[in-house]
């Protein structure tokens, strides 16, 4: 299995509304992302997770909040949301974090696709 | 600073020619160079990789060309084929992250 899945494909709310992204992969892999991408733009780092511990905060506003309930799970609470907050947002996994002797490959998902009014 | 830039933004070939995206980087102590590819309502796929220690490396139609020296590396896809058509990110490694080109909307002609 070489998935990570993530759910909702698709999400409209309210800036004051509160909701969750979830990603789920059973692979293994030792290390979780957030990856927040908008049109035509490459992928942009959000947070990284390591051994269910947050290890990179990509100075993102306090509006998303990460969680990693284990090793297979990783979620995104979102509350408060700015219609620029509008993208699609990638989750992605890899057998460890980056590092000098480890090659890095991202598995990622299909993104859900947020949209706020 | 954090700077990889790609080039083309698109790039339009007929069906069975090639075709070269070109990337460079700022940061000499980077040391692993994926390319992306990204089609039409998925998350981005890994289809080759090179790390530092290589030139070159090739996968059946795709290759990526690193000089280190200048600070660039290259994807090159001969015989395109229209389910080539998608858009390509490169990336580099800046210490523990991977920061990715802006990407190459390629589209292959038949």
């Known amino acids: 299995d070489t998935e990570v899945t993530q759910t909702p494909k698709h999400l409209v709310m309210g800036m004051t509304n509160k909701k969750s992204l979830k990603c789920e992969q059973h692979?293994?892999?030792?290390?979780m992302y957030w990856y927040k991408q908008k049109a035509k733009k490459p992928p942009e780092l959000m947070f990284v997770?390591?051994?269910?511990?947050?290890?990179i905060n990509e100075s993102v506003p306090s509006r998303f909040s990460p969680e990693c309930p284990n090793s297979s799970l990783l979620n995104l609470h979102l509350h408060a949301l700015q219609p620029e907050d509008s993208a699609l947002y990638l989750c992605?996994?890899?057998?460890?974090?980056?590092?000098?002797?480890?090659?890095?490959?991202?598995?990622f998902g299909e993104g859900s696709r947020l949209t706020v009014l | 600073g954090e700077n990889v830039e790609q080039h083309p933004s698109t790039l339009s070939v007929q069906e069975g020619d090639s075709a070269v995206i070109k990337c460079t980087y700022s940061?000499?102590?980077?040391?692993?160079f994926p390319w992306y590819k990204q089609e039409l309502g998925k998350g981005p796929q890994l289809i080759i990789d090179?790390?530092?220690?290589?030139g070159e490396k090739k996968d059946q139609r795709i290759a990526v060309t690193l000089n280190k020296t200048a600070k660039h590396f290259s994807l090159h896809i001969t015989e395109t084929q229209p389910e080539d058509s998608a858009v390509y990110f490169c990336?580099?490694?800046?210490?523990?992250?991977?920061?990715f080109g802006a990407g190459t909307i390629l589209r292959v002609k038949s």
């Open positions: 997770y390591s051994y269910e511990k947050l290890s």
């Open positions: 692979m293994g892999h030792r290390a």
């Open positions: 090179i790390r530092s220690n290589v």
């Open positions: 990336a580099v490694s800046y210490g523990n992250k991977l920061v």
């Open positions: 992605a996994s890899s057998q460890d974090v980056l590092w000098q002797g480890n090659t890095g490959e991202l598995f």
């Open positions: 940061d000499s102590a980077s040391n692993y």
